[in-house]
């Protein structure tokens, strides 16, 4: 299983991005996916969950703004993240999971499969 991601940049405070995660692979490898980001020094945060038990899970700091979706034909899973703010700023990175219904998550433990991560700076 692969992931890329794309979509990174610069936007304004309040703008608006979205990251594209293009994935290839056995697709019966995968049933959960999740979108993670980390800034330098701290640990790899969970923000956006889409699990094929449980369906969609998002970290309190960016419900209602961030949408996580896929689309199955495309091979892609998607972060749309809208009223950025500062404290959106990061590396983003794409994952899945083998596993689907996870205990925890937003537990960057639970996935087996990264991309190579995407900067989203927010000032």
């Known amino acids: 299983v692969q992931l890329v991601e794309s979509g990174g940049g610069t936007a304004q405070i309040g703008g608006t991005l979205r990251l594209t995660c293009l994935i290839s692979g056995p697709t019966h490898l995968r049933n959960s996916y999740a979108w993670f980001r980390q800034i330098p020094g701290k640990a790899r945060e969970g923000v956006a969950v889409l699990d094929r038990i449980v369906g969609t899970t998002y970290v309190d700091s960016v419900k209602g703004r961030f949408t996580i979706s896929e689309d199955n034909a495309k091979a892609s899973l998607y972060l749309q993240m809208n009223d950025l703010k500062v404290e959106d700023t990061g590396v983003y990175y794409c994952?899945?999971?083998?596993?689907?219904?996870?205990?925890?998550?937003?537990?960057?433990?639970?996935?087996?499969?990264w991309g190579q991560g995407t900067q989203v700076t927010v000032s």
């Open positions: 994952a899945a999971a083998a596993a689907a219904g996870l205990d925890y998550p937003l537990d960057f433990a639970g996935y087996n499969w």
